[in-house]
């Protein structure tokens, strides 16, 4: 992948994210780039409700067409709802999406989640679903992190979904060789083999910087979180969550 200084811009991401709309549109099919896409839905949704049955409001960070919050709204009705994204078209679907779906308040924030204002102790659930690997170096997770567990009220939990990377390269360069395979059958937007796993693999390495698993399960505990949960894994994706510690105030 390109040195961090190489990856594209916010407005170049936001700029990609806006003809994508309709890949993240489809609650039945979930997004074809990602392995297990539908069962990382299933089960944020069903682990959320579990640990958080409590809950009146989720914040969907990176929220995109507004899929996770949709599938959260069918085992949680009628959450207050805060939908996040750079990318206005996609905030405009989740919007139109979301609200038939619950009788509580539903916010819309076209904002980069590293400048996201929000009141502290604002939600007792936080979703960020494929948004993450946006961020660049350590310092950036890091205070994303941190922002995160100040806005949760003790006791509410995050739930992630991303792309992680293995702690050696040779684990990771084989886990990147299975999702090349994965890639090339399946077809996204009308292209399919190795043509779509070129694609794929280019906005990748352009755009994404993820992180070790490890690393950010160190990072989630040393935050705060507590009852850290690996939901499933498949090579480089990970579900997984964890709760605000009750005695923190945020
Ligand atoms: C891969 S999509 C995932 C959308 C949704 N979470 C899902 O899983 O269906 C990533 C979304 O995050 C948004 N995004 C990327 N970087 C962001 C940032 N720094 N701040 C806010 N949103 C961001 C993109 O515009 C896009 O809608």
Redesign the pocket.
């Known amino acids: 992948m390109p040195p961090l200084n190489q990856k594209s811009s ?1 407005e170049q ?2 700029a990609r ?2 003809q ?1 709309v309709e890949r ?1 549109s489809h609650l039945e099919t ?2 074809v780039a990602m392995p297990d ?1 539908l069962l990382f ?1 299933e089960l944020i949704a069903r682990a959320a409700a579990a640990i958080t049955p409590q809950a009146r409001a989720v914040l ?9 919050t949709l599938k959260l709204l069918q085992v949680l009705p009628d959450l207050d709802c805060t939908l ?4 206005q078209p ?1 905030l405009a679907r989740a919007r139109e999406r979301v609200a038939p779906a619950t009788r509580g308040r539903v916010d819309t924030r076209q ?4 400048d996201l204002q929000f009141p502290a102790a604002g939600c007792d659930l936080i ?5 993450l690997h ?2 660049r170096g350590e310092g950036e997770w890091n205070a994303v992190l941190a922002s995160m567990a100040s806005w949760l009220r003790p006791g509410g939990s995050l739930w992630v ?1 991303d792309m992680f990377e293995a702690s050696s390269p040779a684990v990771q360069a084989l886990l990147w060789r299975r999702y090349g395979e994965y890639l090339e059958q399946v077809r996204g937007g009308g292209v399919a083999g190795a043509a779509y796993r070129d694609h794929v693999f280019a906005y990748i390495d352009a755009e994404d910087s993820p992180r070790p698993l490890l690393w950010f399960l160190d990072r989630l505990s040393r935050t705060g979180f507590t009852n850290l949960e690996i939901l499933h894994k498949n090579g480089s994706f990970t579900a997984l969550g964890g709760v605000k510690c009750a005695d923190q105030s945020g």
């Open positions: 916010v991401i936001r994210f806006d994508d993240f979930g997004q896409s839905m969907d960070l990176g929220c995109g067409a507004g899929n996770y996040v994204d750079l990318s996609m904002c980069d989640i590293r979703l960020a679903a494929a948004v946006h961020l979904v």
